[in-house]
Every structure is written in C-alpha cells, then in structure tokens.
C-alpha cells in the first residue's frame, strides 16, 4: 500500500494544475471548517416519526405564557380573551348568528366616459436646409415697370380695361343729363351751370375716349409724374400719360382707374381745366362758381364716377 500511495503521490500530483483557483477554493474550505465544527456536529438522519407517549404531550405543553418577544405585539394571554358568548335564549344551537349577515353592496364602479387622451404624435423634428441660393426677385407690378412707352404686357391691359369701363360709364352720365337735366346729382356736381355745357363736354369726352387714335399714351415717364400724381395730358401735344399711382388704383370709387382716364381725355377733347381738384374741391365749385365747375375736368370725373345707378 505504501508503494501504491508513493505512486500516487509521484504520478498524480504533477498533473493536478494547482493554480490560483484551486489554492482560493482550499482556503475557503479550511476557513469554514471551525463553523461546521460548532453546528453540532454531523448531520443526522431523521428518522421515523415516533408516536408521543400518552402524558407526554401535557408535559410538554408549556404552562407559563411565553415571554413577549421585543418589538413584537404580544399574544393576548388567557385572561385577557374577551368572555365567551352567552348563547341567544331563541337559538337552537350555542354561538350561531341569529342575525341575517348584511346584504352584499353592489359596488358599482363608474366606467370612465370620457375618452383617454389622444396619443401625442410622434414628434418629428424637420430639417430644413438653409438656402444656398438668393430668392428670385419679387415680382413687378405695372406701377414699377418704367416707361415711357407702354409695356403691352403689364401696362396695356390694365389701360385698355379701364377705357372699356370709361366707356360704358360715360354713356350712363350722358343719358342722365338728357333725360333728367335736373336730377339732384347733376346739381350737386354743376350746379346750376348750363345742361348744355355738361351734356357737350360729355359727349366729346366719350367720342375721345371711343376712338384714341393720334394719341401718345405714356407710362410712368418719371419727369412727368412728380409726386402722387395719376396722370396728365396735353392738348397740345396729344400725350396722355398715366403714373405709377394710376396702376395702384382701384377700378371702383373716386379716383378709380377708369374715371382717371375721362378726367384726362376731357382735357384732350373738350379742353377742360384744373380749377380745382378732389371731391371737396369739385362739389365747393359747384355751389359757389357753376360756370367754373362746367370747365372742371375733376367734376366730369366724380360725376361719372359716384352716378347713381
Ligand atoms: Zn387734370
């Protein structure tokens, strides 16, 4: 047995790798074997459950209440247990209920009737990329577009709009002064000028503007349009010109486009005057100087312009 052990010994323990882990794993056994020596020793079997002897039990029923444990709240001891129930005298048995038990409460749970809140979208951030490039030029109106001639594409069809309204206008306030030569509205612009005057410088006005042959239409030349002017025209030279503020106006209400444009050919037709200007400068005319307001380009113009109809 010796030799067998030396064997062992010399060919065994050269193999076993004692590294670290086995070295740590010892270390740990040797620690704990002083613990497992106080548990009591080896761990015994158990074996079959033996029947207590009769008197075994009482002995081994403690008489004494058991000492409370700290921070524990403590049986109650005998003594202390509430007394027993008297049984009821109209019972049958001792200790049952005599009263029915309660009723079971319908607990009735509100269902939730409004609606759960919508569920917040998915929250996308964009990108957006700066431009590199220079945005286009905002685009000209017919009031920028210098002139003087006439652009056919910006300036011509605003014109051409605004002589067809003139047109149709100017016929209207003929109609009026011949067939009502008295009418309020024929008073408040011309007073009491002759209806002759008016209904001739009317009717040479509307022949003007039917038929503009000869004359030089001119856009926004800016020597000619100072300030805010709308337009002007020259009898001499047969030029009618229309300035930026022409383009910008409307084609309803005093100084509308259309009406601008009997102002001036009342010039160029009827040789009409400037003695004064705006709506409160025409109606003053009529009332204080009649002969002058018949002579007034402003006053054709805001008589057509405001005609009842
Ligand atoms: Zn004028």
Redesign the pocket.
């Known amino acids: 047995m010796a030799c067998l052990g030396q064997a062992v010994i010399q060919r065994v323990l050269p193999t076993l790798r004692l590294d670290r882990r086995w070295l740590l794993a010892a270390a740990v056994v040797l620690l704990a074997l002083p613990a497992l020596a106080q548990g009591g020793g080896p761990p015994t079997i158990p074996g079959p459950v033996d029947a207590p002897a009769p008197g075994a039990a009482a002995a081994a029923v403690p008489d004494a209440t058991p000492a409370p444990v700290p921070g524990e709240i403590p049986a109650p001891a005998p003594g202390d247990a509430p007394p027993p129930r008297t049984p009821d005298a109209t019972t049958q048995g001792p200790g049952l209920p005599t009263t029915k038990p309660p009723a079971l409460e319908r607990v009735v749970v509100a269902l939730p009737t409004d609606k759960p809140p919508p569920l917040a979208p998915p929250r996308q951030v964009l990108v957006v990329e700066a431009p590199t490039t220079k945005p286009p030029p905002l685009e000209r109106g017919p009031a920028d577009i210098p002139g003087p001639a006439c652009d056919a594409e910006h300036h011509r069809p605003l014109i051409d709009e605004a002589l067809a309204m003139a047109r149709t206008r100017i016929r209207e306030a003929i109609r009026l002064v011949q067939e009502e030569p008295d009418h309020p509205h024929v008073r408040r612009w011309f007073g009491s000028a002759p209806r002759k005057t008016i209904r001739i410088t009317l009717e040479l006005t509307a022949a003007r503007l039917d038929d503009m042959t000869g004359v030089d239409i001119r856009c926004n030349d800016p020597p000619d349009c100072p300030g805010g002017r709308f337009a002007y025209?020259s009898e001499r030279t047969r030029v009618l010109g229309v300035c930026p503020p022409f383009f910008r106006a409307r084609m309803d209400g005093t100084d509308s486009r259309w009406g601008i444009l009997i102002?001036?050919a009342s010039?160029l037709a009827a040789n009409t005057r400037?003695h004064a200007y705006r709506p409160a400068g025409a109606l003053r005319l009529a009332k204080d100087d009649a002969a002058r307001a018949a002579e007034n380009?402003d006053n054709y113009e805001y008589f057509v312009e405001t005609l009842p109809r």
């Open positions: 025209a102002h001036e010039h400037d380009a």
